[in-house]
């Protein structure tokens, strides 16, 4: 994890701290890097009055944009995930621009030839200087196919790109290592991780090989949905660097969302119901979904169709992972705390709360009133996951990363849906797909299938078997395996012994006195008092004051051992917590 020392790596570096110190984060420079140039912080502080008026989200958004596409995509992906930096930021960082200039029109020709092995010429009978587009990664040109004169659309990436992501994702994880290791209180949310995870999402998207693959995919996924158009893909031309795809005839939806006259062109409640139902058969049905659904990336067409286009981040859902989402979601409408707790914690990575399951318990029954017991028309699915991952957040409970994009999706296109159409019932539609799963689990074609698929493997585990005791066996005969026995919890038992022991044994005494005090009155031993023994009268007094003192001594230990255990309980919490 050590930093690449060549000179370029090194003063890409430098340029990252000093303007995270200019940019009015100069305490996190300090912090993590005390060992920089302090004075080039302070000058190019003093160069900046346009920060000093802006909140610090908004000096957040400037850092990233300032500080190249690398980061600029990965705010983007931060803005998805208010339960990391809080909704403040997140919206904030939902306005993040990519100020990239179109590369030369030379350069794009030069590109596809040399992937191709062909002119831009021998390939298009015309293909637009202009760009349709350009951005961090690439750049997309229109132009006419000279095979077949289809229109297309040609995305060509951008020289050097991967060069640079690929420094930048370096100086990444070197920051990410120096945060964790600070154990300070960025530390929490584990910048190692998160940095890997967008790594690896990243450096699929440079891939357009990956991305033409992930649109075939997802074409045979839909080919029954009559009411979704799939752009076809010309794998003839496409290579890592070029891909050339079918050109569709439309308006994008953030432009439909921003226009009173498109507005009133397209039937847009049934649109939205088509794409809700959409995402919802690519997560629940074919486990292979859309990961990042905002209006950009969906285009309406005049027939009321609507199309995804930007197949560069997908999301995979298997069928464990889609059966506990449900199973949570199902449960959480029949207001069954304690199986929806069992099921979200089976959606995390670490599958136990930091704290008491008590508390978790009552936090999702508070997100449960807050939510469920809304009127239909103001459920909302998005405010719902939210919570629950702001639930979990509080509980240092990771989701897993396939269901966090799931839940990123399912949010955003709720969110489209609803500016459509305002009466959409996102969990009225998601109720098929729950009752779906619960036939499924019972069918008994499935579980023959499932039977079926795994006696192979079972057959085969007990032919091993008789091998493997064997094998065990030897090592026990020749000292190769080794016991170890660990106790917990036997001090409480061995004081709770101690305690009975010493209980029984002073209500041992006050019997045998107050069976002996008896007999004297009974015998009538004098001294006598009115004709009653004293000694007899003595000891009665003696048994009552003393099973007094006993009860009240035995109420004191008893609270003094629930303090212990609770105090014994707290710290184990704690160092669980710490570990």
Known sequence: MRLNRDLR???RFWTIVETVGACG?????DTYFPEGAKGIFRRREQDRPDLRELDRPAKLRRLLEELGPTFVKFGQILSTRPDLIGPVYAGELRHLTEHVPPFPFAEVKAIIERETGKTADEIFSSLEEKP???ASIGQVHAGILRSDGSRVVVKVRRPGISEVIEQDLEIMRFIAVRIEESGGSLA???PVRIVEEFSHSLNRELDYMIEAANLNRFAADSRDDANIKVPRVHFEYTTTRVM??????GDSAAKVQSSPELRKKYDLEKIAEHGVNSLLHQIFAAGFFHADPHPGNIILLPDGR?????FGMMGRINADERRIFLRALSYMMENDIPRMVDFALKMTLNGRPSGSRAALERDAADLVDANLNLPLEKLSLANILTDLMKMLDEHDLALRPDLYMMFKSLITIEQLGKDFSPGLRIVDMV??????MKLEEINPRRVLRRFASDLGENIGFAQELPASLYAIVRKLEAGEISWKVEHRGLNEIEETLYVTGERLSRSLLLAALFLGSALIIVAKIPPLWNGVPLPGIAGFLVSGVL????????HRQRMKFLRDREKRKLEEDLRRRDR
Not at 25 to 29: D, M, Q, Y
Not at 244 to 249: L, T
Not at 306 to 310: H, M, N, T
């Open 9 to 11: 790596s090194i003063r």
């Open 25 to 29: 984060f100069r305490e996190l420079a």
């Open 132 to 134: 349709l587009a350009a």
């Open 188 to 190: 929490r949310f584990r």
């Open 244 to 249: 050339v795809m079918e050109f569709i005839e």
């Open 306 to 310: 609507l199309c995804f286009i930007d």
């Open 431 to 436: 109720k098929p797909f729950l009752a779906k």
């Open 547 to 554: 099973s007094v003192h006993i009860l009240w001594s035995d």
